[in-house]
């Protein structure tokens, strides 16, 4: 489907990503990890241009969840009609670009090769470098795309798909980990858990949605590791719990929706009270979340309470933005390619730790 999207200021931050003197790099984004095609394209003059997003949820709710086949098979379907579409809407030229960036890892294996294939085959015929980006530092970088949006250094509370992590962020290639889950990703407790409940997929947004008409406190649900003294998660147990009191008895309307809001609840209380203990561990002043479930409303309301509290900033993307795109991907790749990042070979990493990608040479005396 086709996203309209506002021009956005030259200057994204004051942090000043892309020096105001420097040519206009026009740089195309290409996301397809999993089950979502996202391409955009950005100038580092004039801001994101355009981009258009097409999600496999209906083809996928069949299921109950991702098909991987299913899901390259229509990346490839997809892929190259939303890029003639974003380009018709941005009125650029294709020979107009100065990269391609794309989504090189963690991911689908199948699905990112879509991705690849075209970013690389489109490169090489114009003559531009192909950027091989990580799907979290995209999720990481996106609050930057907003207004206002946060400076360096801060603390990252990543919550996107499988992953649940907090990184210490000190620039651009720069991020130490400081924690993450040790089992279950929030995201995958919200889904495990609709499901439990017979919300279908996909089950986070529904179950959000169902604990809006709930009150917490009529269930008592764990707080795995609220009071560790690491910065690690554990969600499993959580989700256990649940499985648990729903088994013990026939839930009605109002009773269903309880157990949605108390779990909720639960997992507010854990990522509130460790991004909190992040910030605190790193003398941080801002505080930037990132991905699905940072569009969590409770979450949100939270961790802006806390924040006002406490005396920090906090950060979050457009709401559009929280979920995999390709204007995440367009602008973390033009970041690298302003910071002189070089260009990659062609490959994917299913698998890839965000803190090892390092910081583009020309950005390591900066």
């Given at each position: 489907?086709?996203?309209?999207?506002?021009?956005?200021?030259?200057?994204?931050?004051?942090?000043?990503?892309?020096p105001?003197?420097a040519s206009?790099r026009?740089?195309?984004?290409?996301?397809?990890?999993?089950?979502e095609t996202?391409?955009?394209?950005?100038?580092?003059a004039?801001g994101l241009?355009?981009?258009?997003?097409h999600?496999?949820?209906?083809?996928?709710?069949?299921?109950?969840?991702?098909?991987?086949?299913?899901?390259?098979r229509d990346?490839i379907?997809?892929?190259?009609p939303l890029?003639r579409e974003?380009?018709r809407?941005?009125?650029?030229?294709?020979?107009?670009?100065s990269a391609?960036?794309?989504?090189?890892?963690?991911?689908?294996?199948?699905a990112l090769?879509?991705g690849s294939?075209?970013a690389?085959?489109?490169a090489?015929?114009l003559?531009?470098?192909?950027?091989?980006?990580?799907h979290l530092?995209?999720?990481?970088l996106s609050?930057l795309?907003?207004?206002?949006?946060?400076?360096?250094?801060?603390?990252?509370?990543?919550?996107?798909g499988?992953?649940?992590?907090?990184?210490q962020?000190?620039?651009?290639g720069?991020y130490?980990?400081l924690?993450?889950?040790?089992?279950?990703?929030?995201?995958?407790?919200?889904?495990k858990?609709?499901?439990?409940?017979?919300?279908?997929y996909?089950?986070?947004?529904?179950l959000s949605?169902?604990a809006g008409?709930?009150?917490?406190?009529?269930?008592?649900l764990?707080r795995?590791?609220?009071?560790?003294?690491?910065?690690d998660?554990?969600?499993?147990g959580?989700?256990?719990?649940v499985w648990?009191a729903?088994?013990a008895g026939?839930l009605?309307?109002?009773?269903?929706a309880?157990?949605?809001?108390?779990?909720?609840e639960?997992v507010v209380d854990?990522?509130?009270?460790?991004?909190?203990a992040?910030v605190?561990q790193c003398?941080?002043?801002?505080?930037?979340?990132?991905?699905g479930?940072g569009?969590?409303v409770?979450?949100?309301?939270?961790l802006?309470?806390a924040?006002?509290?406490?005396?920090?900033e906090v950060f979050?993307?457009?709401?559009?933005?929280?979920?995999?795109?390709?204007a995440?991907?367009?602008?973390a790749?033009?970041?690298r390619?302003?910071?002189?990042?070089?260009?990659?070979?062609?490959?994917?990493?299913p698998r890839?730790?965000?803190?090892?990608?390092?910081?583009?040479?020309?950005?390591?005396?900066?």
């Open positions: 489907m086709r996203v309209p999207v506002p021009h956005l200021p030259s200057h994204v931050t004051a942090s000043q990503p892309f105001p003197d206009d026009l740089v195309l984004g290409i996301e397809s990890s999993c089950d996202g391409i955009a394209l950005f100038s580092t004039r241009l355009a981009h258009a997003l999600s496999q949820v209906d083809m996928h709710a069949a299921y109950g969840g991702v098909v991987p086949e299913l899901a390259s990346h379907r997809r892929i190259l890029t974003v380009l809407e941005a009125s650029a030229d294709i020979h107009d670009l391609v960036a794309y989504t090189e890892g963690p991911g689908l294996a199948g090769l879509v294939g075209l690389h085959g489109l090489f015929a003559g531009v470098p192909a950027i091989g980006v990580h530092e995209g999720h990481l609050p795309l907003s207004t206002p949006a946060p400076d360096f250094p801060f603390v990252a509370l990543l919550v996107s499988g992953h649940t992590q907090l990184m962020v000190e620039g651009l720069r130490r980990l924690g993450e889950t040790v089992d279950d990703a929030a995201g995958e407790a919200f889904d858990t609709a499901k439990i409940l017979g919300l279908g996909p089950g986070g947004p529904a949605r169902l008409t709930g009150q917490p406190g009529r269930f008592r764990p795995p590791k609220l009071h560790s003294e690491d910065l998660f554990s969600f499993s959580l989700k256990t719990a648990m729903a088994r026939d009605d309307a109002s009773a269903k309880d157990l949605a809001a108390e779990f909720q639960a854990v990522l509130v009270g460790k991004a909190i992040a605190d003398s941080a002043e801002r505080l930037v979340i990132a991905g479930v569009a969590n409770r979450l949100r309301a939270r802006d309470e924040a006002r509290a406490r005396g920090f979050y993307p457009r709401l559009e933005f929280c979920t995999d795109n390709g995440m991907i367009a602008f790749g033009a970041m390619v302003s910071a002189g990042a070089p260009a990659g070979a062609f490959g994917v990493r890839w730790d965000l803190a090892s990608i390092g910081v583009p040479v020309a950005a390591q005396s900066a």
